[in-house]
């Protein structure tokens, strides 16, 4: 359904929208308060804080143009900060939390930011030990407790608040005018990317960058102003800002901030949503819990999951394909009952869909949930792209692929060999038999970004002379679906020359119930091999069953007994049986502690940092190939 309310910027979204429900009790966001409640902020509400914050900071300098750095989770503050900046004409920069001080300087310092509003104070000590290393950050705003003694540039939210509000009622004349100078031309945001390769880069997005994207997702993703989002993904993403914030806000719907992310579950019991956004390893997680229960229960509980997933499966077929019969209604109202029931009472019991990015959801996963009466939505996109450039139709997804392409946007792909265009696919074409071979994906649209940040040379390289944006990603068109294989840079050359590409092998294995997380290796080497970080919880009943003492056991001793190793030996090597000899894996490491965005070995949205576990663990991975040169294969 099209927006609330006609917009070409976000600040004419935003007070279009408060206009539009004003003298409404209708909420727009919701937090949960100290007292473990759940509290609403009405529309009339919102604006209010949103002026309020926006007269604080033009009392305090910042104008049209001026950066705006934001170091915050999830939370009602976090929208009211970047509503606030975009009104004024100011460019937000949002910050992830889970940085270490050095790169919150860095980007302090590459977008010039003026002011900074910073939540928690393990977050405002991080700014209290750069500060002297930013010189353009005059303004510090924190939402939770200062320090002893604060320093004159440092501010209390409320304080801000309450002199923002008189401010603001002084001039409130003046600085209405302010969000209608707004060109939707100018910046909205430098979305800073992870930098897993280097210094992170500046994706300087403008406001017809995201209100494009905006539009053209509520032309196929059918949210509507009674849905209900539970926001969890980190906001200074671009897939949850423009998708679980800008979108959900446009469409009129009710915004919930989870607590935290180990909140989650509660939170989803607590708030019943209808719509989710999340990244693959959440329904990775949820699957193998589910296929792990099962696993766990009787022989009769495991064969009754397993007749209720082929039931759904059979379901979701006759649905596409004419609709399903009598007796199969039954079955399947029969196999919801029994078994799909539990878990759509875990995710709220209210779910109508749910839409999955940042990553490649394993075709596995989308069909099991399929199966089980929840549709996931994929999509695809880049930070450069405001994101989305694809999503599947909800009414006919195609799990394995990203979709179509967005109305309003062009998607080509480029052979790899010699730089020929193979295919291309405008938004709102759809033939079922364009399929193509595999090679580049490149963009066009108004969503595309225009440069980075002070990046003129990265500029150049992003794009060709024809104007295309070259993403790095690798995929092919299949029956006017997208299909996307990996990441270029991603890409193992082998030390016999063949191209092989990590993530379609890893996603063969993150359904096992006893992976957790897994990273393929082997660029320059004879074959390859795998890092593994096991479901420990999963891993313990699996060698229990083979006679383990695992009661015994740390989990370290766990990834070193025979028996345990056994285990993932007979795993690779049901998948190797099949595989081209280039894709077999010959060899593999157990690791006891996991891959996290805390100790930098993944990025905000759980995907691998490659080249930072490749040095981490060159010792291990080393070892690997010295056990092969020993016996002599």
């Given at each position: 359904m099209?927006?609330?309310?006609?917009?070409?910027?976000?600040p004419?979204?935003?007070t279009?929208l408060?206009?539009?429900?004003?003298?409404?009790?209708?909420?727009?966001?919701r937090?949960k308060?100290?007292?473990?409640?759940?509290?609403?902020?009405?529309?009339?509400?919102?604006?209010?804080?949103?002026?309020?914050?926006?007269?604080?900071?033009?009392?305090?300098?910042?104008?049209?143009g001026?950066?705006?750095a934001l170091?915050s989770?999830?939370?009602p503050?976090?929208?009211?900060?970047?509503?606030?900046?975009?009104?004024?004409?100011?460019?937000?920069?949002?910050?992830?939390?889970?940085?270490?001080?050095?790169k919150?300087?860095?980007?302090?310092?590459d977008?010039?930011?003026?002011?900074l509003i910073?939540?928690?104070?393990?977050q405002?000590k991080k700014?209290?030990?750069?500060?002297d290393?930013?010189?353009?950050?005059?303004?510090?705003?924190?939402?939770s407790?200062?320090?002893e003694?604060?320093?004159?540039?440092?501010?209390?939210?409320?304080?801000?608040?309450?002199?923002?509000?008189?401010?603001?009622?002084?001039?409130?004349?003046?600085?209405i005018?302010?969000?209608?100078?707004?060109?939707?031309s100018?910046?909205?945001?430098f979305?800073?990317?992870?930098g897993?390769?280097?210094?992170?880069?500046?994706?300087?997005?403008?406001?017809?960058?995201?209100?494009?994207?905006?539009?053209?997702?509520l032309?196929?993703i059918p949210?509507?102003?009674?849905d209900?989002?539970l926001?969890?993904?980190?906001l200074?993403?671009a897939?949850e800002r423009?998708?679980?914030?800008?979108?959900?806000?446009a469409?009129?719907a009710?915004i919930?901030y989870?607590?935290n992310?180990?909140?989650?579950s509660?939170?989803?019991?607590?708030?019943?949503?209808t719509?989710?956004?999340?990244?693959?390893?959440?329904?990775?997680?949820?699957y193998?819990r589910?296929?792990r229960?099962?696993?766990?229960?009787?022989?009769?509980q495991?064969?009754l999951?397993?007749?209720a997933v082929?039931?759904?499966?059979?379901?979701?077929?006759?649905?596409?394909?004419?609709?399903?019969?009598?007796?199969?209604?039954l079955?399947y109202?029969?196999?919801?009952?029994?078994?799909?029931?539990?878990?759509?009472?875990?995710?709220?019991?209210?779910?109508?869909?749910?839409?999955?990015?940042?990553?490649?959801l394993p075709?596995?996963?989308?069909?099991?949930?399929?199966?089980?009466?929840?549709?996931i939505?994929?999509?695809y996109?880049?930070?450069e792209?405001?994101p989305?450039?694809?999503v599947?139709p909800?009414?006919?997804p195609?799990?394995g692929?990203?979709?179509h392409?967005l109305?309003?946007?062009t998607?080509?792909?480029?052979?790899?060999?010699?730089e020929?265009i193979?295919?291309?696919?405008?938004?709102?074409?759809?033939p079922?038999?364009?399929?193509?071979?595999?090679?580049?994906?490149?963009?066009?649209g108004?969503?595309?970004?225009?440069?980075?940040?002070?990046r003129p040379?990265?500029t150049?390289?992003a794009?060709?002379?024809?104007?295309?944006?070259?993403t790095?990603?690798?995929g092919?068109?299949?029956?006017?679906?997208?299909?996307?294989?990996?990441?270029?840079?991603?890409?193992?050359?082998?030390?016999g020359?063949?191209?092989?590409y990590?993530?379609?092998?890893?996603?063969?294995?993150?359904?096992?119930?006893?992976?957790?997380?897994?990273?393929?290796?082997?660029?320059?080497?004879p074959?390859l091999?795998a890092?593994?970080?096991?479901d420990f919880e999963?891993?313990?009943?699996?060698?229990?069953?083979?006679?383990?003492?695992?009661d015994?056991?740390?989990?370290?001793?766990?990834?070193e007994?025979?028996?345990?190793?056994?285990?993932?030996?007979?795993?690779?090597?049901?998948?190797?049986?099949d595989a081209?000899a280039?894709?077999?894996?010959r060899?593999?490491?157990?690791?006891?502690?996991?891959?996290t965005?805390?100790?930098?070995?993944?990025t905000?949205?759980?995907?691998?940092?490659?080249n930072?576990i490749?040095?981490?663990y060159?010792?291990?991975?080393?070892?690997?190939?010295?056990?092969f040169?020993?016996?002599?294969?």
């Amino acid at each position: 359904m099209p927006a609330q309310v006609p917009f070409n910027t976000i600040p004419q979204l935003f007070t279009r929208l408060a206009d539009h429900y004003e003298g409404q009790q209708r909420p727009a966001l919701r937090y949960k308060a100290d007292d473990d409640t759940w509290q609403d902020i009405t529309w009339s509400e919102l604006q209010e804080r949103v002026q309020s914050l926006a007269g604080h900071l033009h009392e305090h300098g910042v104008r049209s143009g001026d950066r705006v750095a934001l170091l915050s989770e999830n939370r009602p503050e976090w929208a009211i900060t970047d509503l606030a900046t975009q009104i004024l004409g100011g460019i937000n920069v949002p910050i992830f939390t889970s940085l270490p001080p050095q790169k919150i300087a860095y980007i302090l310092r590459d977008s010039g930011a003026s002011a900074l509003i910073v939540s928690v104070p393990v977050q405002r000590k991080k700014v209290e030990e750069i500060i002297d290393e930013c010189p353009d950050l005059e303004h510090v705003i924190v939402m939770s407790e200062l320090p002893e003694n604060p320093p004159g540039y440092m501010h209390h939210w409320d304080d801000a608040m309450s002199a923002g509000a008189a401010y603001w009622t002084e001039h409130a004349e003046s600085l209405i005018t302010l969000r209608e100078d707004v060109d939707p031309s100018d910046s909205c945001a430098f979305l800073y990317t992870s930098g897993t390769t280097g210094q992170p880069k500046g994706v300087m997005l403008s406001h017809q960058n995201f209100a494009s994207n905006i539009k053209a997702l509520l032309k196929v993703i059918p949210f509507g102003d009674s849905d209900h989002h539970l926001s969890f993904l980190p906001l200074s993403h671009a897939f949850e800002r423009t998708t679980g914030y800008y979108t959900v806000m446009a469409a009129g719907a009710t915004i919930s901030y989870a607590e935290n992310i180990d909140a989650v579950s509660r939170n989803l019991l607590e708030t019943s949503p209808t719509v989710m956004i999340s990244v693959p390893r959440l329904f990775e997680k949820v699957y193998t819990r589910v296929k792990r229960k099962a696993s766990e229960g009787s022989a009769i509980q495991e064969k009754l999951f397993n007749w209720a997933v082929d039931t759904g499966q059979q379901m979701a077929e006759a649905r596409s394909n004419g609709g399903p019969g009598p007796w199969l209604k039954l079955k399947y109202r029969l196999a919801h009952r029994l078994v799909f029931s539990k878990l759509h009472e875990k995710l709220g019991g209210n779910l109508r869909f749910a839409a999955s990015g940042g990553a490649a959801l394993p075709e596995k996963i989308g069909t099991f949930f399929q199966a089980a009466g929840i549709k996931i939505i994929e999509g695809y996109g880049l930070t450069e792209t405001a994101p989305v450039l694809t999503v599947n139709p909800l009414d006919a997804p195609r799990y394995g692929t990203v979709g179509h392409v967005l109305p309003g946007v062009t998607v080509a792909i480029q052979r790899l060999s010699d730089e020929t265009i193979v295919g291309t696919l405008s938004g709102g074409d759809y033939p079922s038999d364009l399929t193509t071979e595999e090679g580049e994906i490149l963009a066009r649209g108004p969503n595309v970004m225009e440069k980075y940040w002070q990046r003129p040379e990265d500029t150049r390289a992003a794009f060709d002379t024809d104007g295309w944006y070259h993403t790095g990603d690798v995929g092919r068109f299949d029956n006017g679906y997208l299909m996307v294989t990996d990441r270029i840079k991603h890409m193992i050359v082998s030390g016999g020359g063949k191209n092989i590409y990590p993530g379609p092998i890893e996603d063969e294995f993150k359904t096992l119930p006893w992976i957790d997380q897994i990273m393929i290796v082997g660029e320059g080497r004879p074959f390859l091999a795998a890092l593994i970080v096991p479901d420990f919880e999963s891993l313990r009943l699996h060698a229990r069953d083979r006679g383990v003492d695992v009661d015994t056991l740390d989990d370290e001793d766990l990834t070193e007994h025979e028996e345990v190793r056994a285990i993932f030996e007979e795993a690779f090597r049901e998948y190797s049986y099949d595989a081209p000899a280039h894709e077999k894996i010959r060899d593999f490491t157990l690791l006891s502690e996991p891959f996290t965005t805390e100790d930098g070995s993944m990025t905000p949205t759980m995907k691998l940092k490659r080249n930072v576990i490749t040095e981490r663990y060159a010792d291990e991975i080393d070892a690997m190939y010295e056990r092969f040169q020993r016996r002599g294969v």
